[in-house]
């Protein structure tokens, strides 16, 4: 499945990719990495928080960790991570899948933002982001 087909299947719907928690960022991320990538959904590490996905990243063959400069930006396909920010993410930090980018915003799907959301595209500036995770070794 493509990215685009993926937007297509989800948008506007609630993905509870682990019948946990409700509709979280996370299983919006969870269902990529297997639909889109062909990978298994924990290849990323189990946890409690969308901010650990990045600040527990154990180095694998699937993805690499690009921790978030003023002159980088992710693209499409990587997996954005936010940290706790007041007003933006709360305690948990987000996760989105990046869809576009330059250096002063991107563009992601994801979904539980704000919270409560459906799956959705939306237009973020960089506060707050930890980095991304890159996948390399895919479909």
Known sequence: MTLQAFQDKWNGKFCDF????????????????QDVLGLPPYTLPAV?????????FKPNK???????????????GDIVVW???????????H?????????????????????GSPCSLRKFNYKGVLGWLSPTNAR
């Open 18 to 33: 682990d019948g946990k928690w409700n509709a979280q960022c996370v299983d919006l991320a969870r269902q990529y990495i």
């Open 48 to 56: 409690s928080y969308a901010k650990q996905l990045f600040q527990n």
């Open 62 to 76: 699937y993805f690499t960790k690009v921790t978030n400069l003023p002159t980088n930006a992710p693209k499409a």
């Open 83 to 93: 940290n706790t920010y007041p007003f933006i993410t709360g305690i948990a930090g």
């Open 95 to 115: 996760v989105g899948i990046c869809t576009s980018a330059n250096t002063i915003s991107l563009i992601v799907f994801n979904q539980n933002y704000p919270t």
